[in-house]
């Protein structure tokens, strides 16, 4: 059984910077990883992915300001958010992708002033 462990998650004023982490309980060597989110009273979206050779993928509204990356061993995967926009706020998750995982708790996002 796979575990994920989120965090870095916080409350930050708008254009300001937050990175998070998710440690996997194994390698995550040869899988797709992705973070995702979910805002209260809508559908869990994904954020971003990153494939086995560090090809990455973004959610358009978070082009150029969010930045996926990886380490396969121990397994982690990282989101680097700049530019946090109050629209950003959200619980975080990570996951593999296609997501067959359990979720683990997430990490929360708040972009306020």
């Known amino acids: 059984q796979v575990q994920l462990v989120e965090s870095g998650g916080g409350l930050v004023q708008p254009g300001g910077s937050l990175r998070l982490s998710c440690t996997v309980s194994?390698?995550?060597?040869?899988?797709?990883m992705a973070w995702y989110r979910q805002a209260p009273g809508k559908q869990r979206e994904l954020v971003a992915r990153?494939?086995?050779?560090?090809?990455?993928k973004y959610l358009d509204s978070v082009k150029g300001r969010f930045t996926i990356s990886r380490d396969n061993v121990p397994g982690a995967v990282y989101l680097q958010m700049d530019s946090l926009k109050p629209e950003d706020t959200a619980g975080y998750y990570c996951?593999?992708?296609?997501?067959?995982?359990?979720w683990g708790q997430g990490t929360q996002v708040t972009v306020a002033s």
């Open positions: 996951n593999n992708d296609p997501n067959t995982w359990s």
């Open positions: 990153i494939t086995t050779d560090r090809s990455t």
């Open positions: 194994g390698t995550i060597f040869g899988i797709y």
